[in-house]
Each structure stands twice: as C-alpha cells, then as structure tokens.
C-alpha cells in the first residue's frame, strides 16, 4: 500500500519539477554561438588595449563581455589614475557599448 503511494505521488510530483527545471532552463538559456565569438572577440581587443598601455598594468584588470557590447573590467590597480585609464581604453574599443568599471584600487602600505 504505501509503496503504491510513493509511485503515485512520483508520478504526481516528476511533471511538476520538469515544468520547473525547464522553466528555470529557459531563465538561463546560453548565448548563442555567434554571440559567443562577438564577446570573445571584444573581450580580446579591450584586453590587447590594456596590456599596450603603458600607464596600465592590464595584467592585474579581467575583462568580461556581456550581450550588446557590455564590458566588465575587474581586478585591481594600485591608484585611481590607473583605473580609470582602464576604463577610457575599453570605451575607446570598437564594440563597446557600456563599461561596468569594478576595478578595484589597493591601499598602498606606507
């Protein structure tokens, strides 16, 4: 008896959690391929920027792309004039939308 209500509650219960996986699948869907090369492609030519700098040390920042030409810097500098060099270069890249400029700048010990 109480193993046929474990049955049927299973097969109450695994069309409900399918609707939210799927549900759920839809909300986090990946970028489609060509997508996928435009963000590489731009994270690439923001990352080549920053490392020709001389003032910035492109090393220490990531950067990420987003959809529509959205550009992510993070990481860290050691002043402000430094980040924000950074963020100028990424806006100067062909592509780029938007900059989220999340760098961080370190405390100098004296």
């Known amino acids: 008896m109480k193993a046929k209500l474990f049955v049927i509650l299973g097969l109450i219960a695994l069309p409900m959690v399918a609707t939210i996986a799927m549900g759920n699948r839809h909300a986090m869907q990946q ?3 060509g997508q996928y090369v435009d963000n590489t492609v731009l ?3 923001v990352k080549a920027k ?3 700098d001389p003032m910035v040390k492109g090393l220490g920042i990531s950067v990420m792309s987003h959809n529509k030409g959205q550009i992510t810097l993070s990481g860290s500098v050691h002043n ?3 980040k924000k060099q950074a963020g100028t270069l990424a806006k100067q890249v ?3 939308t938007r900059v989220n400029n999340n ?3 370190k405390k100098m010990n004296r």
């Open 31 to 33: 970028e489609t391929t």
């Open 50 to 52: 920053l490392l020709a």
């Open 94 to 96: 062909e592509g780029v």
């Open 43 to 45: 994270t690439l030519k």
């Open 80 to 82: 402000w004039a430094e």
């Open 103 to 105: 760098i961080v700048v």
